[in-house]
């Protein structure tokens, strides 16, 4: 079963900070976890706009904080619900090790190989500069795309873990650009918990 574990590696990527834990969470601590968060988060399926065309979101969502400030992107408004658990335990865990105070966990729920989520930067202007954006993985493995937004050619990609925590902070917003892309594998759902902080 193994225990959980601070080990980490820093991507050796330019004008970033993006580290990966890959047994922040033990196997069943990750296992209980997925099973209470599918079960008991308020999922949601929202409309996007891009270019005054409406589409279904690829993916479920949903937001929880404990400031009561919502989070905007892609022309989406997002409110908060209160903080319940078991991710007031995983946000103190998150809290020890990435040394901020979190106000906010932003939930993905990807059902299968079809969902997926866009190139983007987490730069929305709530984030303020240099945010710190600890994202942790639950349930089925899914690649993680980089790539530098000035140098096309500079580009990296990682199989984020059931349990695992990736931690990107510094620059790395401003500088990459990242996206879950969809897999054609025929595969189960995966759970990811961003933890931010909203100002
Ligand atoms: O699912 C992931 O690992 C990434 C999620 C993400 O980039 C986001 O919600 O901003
Ligand atoms: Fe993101």
Redesign the pocket.
Known sequence: MGWPSAENTKLALVDADIRYYPHFLTASEADCFFDRLLQNIEWRHDDITIFGKTYKQPRLTALYGNNGKPYSYSNIVMWPHSFIEPLTTIKERIEKVAKVEFTTC?L?L?RDGKDS?GW?S?DEKELGRNPVIA?V?LGEE?Y?HLRHKKNKSLKSKLL?QHGSLLLMQGETQHNWQ?Q?PKTAKRIGPRI?L?FRVIV
């Open positions: 932003l993905n990807y989520n983007h987490d994202s993985s899914r993680f984020l990242h879950i990811n961003t």
